[in-house]
């Protein structure tokens, strides 16, 4: 069964300590793997796309890797603002539809 | 802003009901995705759409459909509504289908619903 598993649940850091999350998955044919950002009750926000093991993204504090079997997302020096729930999803080439994660919800303390 | 919206923002009903949410994709994008947020259930993909046409089903319940039409905003109706489908609702866009650049799909602001 195609399943995506984020792992922790909850991630509590002061702020400047660096830290990472992951993101597992079992999929057959990934065709891409994505990440976003989601604070209560908004929408999901775009973060990066990785199509293929070995890439990388960065965006600002952000780093995400990609590996055959999983993903990380990297947050150096995270700031009070990077608190939010981060999502990993998967999408297989045979669909287009998206496959989430539960979720790491992020709290950064001052 | 993503540039994908939705209305209505909340929608509250009794149970029995029917509801229609509305969205409209970003500017340019043909493909239209329809998500439920639940406490329990995280985010299930309900359906997708690509100019007009139905791509692809998820866990969606008979008692929901879509449409998308010719201008591409799409809608939502959920009927005979029940306490669980109360959730978050959203929509989300994307150019195309393969072929095309970009499979990143933009979320809009979501709508919503309780069911009382």
């Known amino acids: 069964e195609d399943q995506v598993t984020q792992s922790p649940e909850a991630l509590r850091l002061q702020e400047g300590e660096s830290s990472s999350l992951n993101c597992s998955y079992t999929?057959?044919?990934?065709?891409?793997l994505f990440w976003y950002r989601q604070d209560p009750g908004k929408g999901p926000e775009f973060l990066f796309t990785?199509?293929?093991a070995g890439e990388e993204k960065e965006k600002e504090r952000l780093k995400a890797t990609l590996t055959k079997k999983e993903s990380f997302l990297h947050i150096t020096a995270p700031k009070p603002e990077d608190s939010a729930t981060y999502l990993c999803?998967?999408?297989?080439?045979?669909?287009?539809?998206?496959?989430f994660g539960s979720g790491t919800r992020l709290l950064v303390r001052p | 802003d993503s540039g994908v919206t939705q209305t209505p923002k909340h929608l509250i009903t009794a149970t029995g009901q029917r509801v229609t949410l509305r969205c409209s994709p970003r500017?340019?994008?043909?493909?239209v995705y329809w998500y439920q947020q639940s406490l329990d259930q995280g985010l299930q993909f309900l359906i997708h759409?690509?100019?007009?046409?139905?791509?692809a089903k998820g866990n969606i319940l008979e008692r929901f459909s879509a449409q998308q039409f010719p201008d591409l905003h799409s809608e939502l109706n959920l009927s005979s509504l029940e306490l669980g489908d109360s959730a978050l609702y959203f929509c989300?866009?994307?150019?195309?289908?393969?072929?095309?650049?970009?499979?990143?799909?933009?979320f809009g602001p979501g709508t919503r619903l309780t069911v009382t």
């Open positions: 990785l199509y293929s």
């Open positions: 759409y690509y100019n007009g046409e139905e791509r």
């Open positions: 999929v057959s044919g990934l065709r891409g």
């Open positions: 999803a998967v999408q297989m080439d045979s669909s287009y539809k998206l496959i």
């Open positions: 500017s340019g994008d043909l493909s």
């Open positions: 989300a866009s994307s150019v195309g289908l393969a072929g095309e650049y970009s499979y990143e799909q933009y």
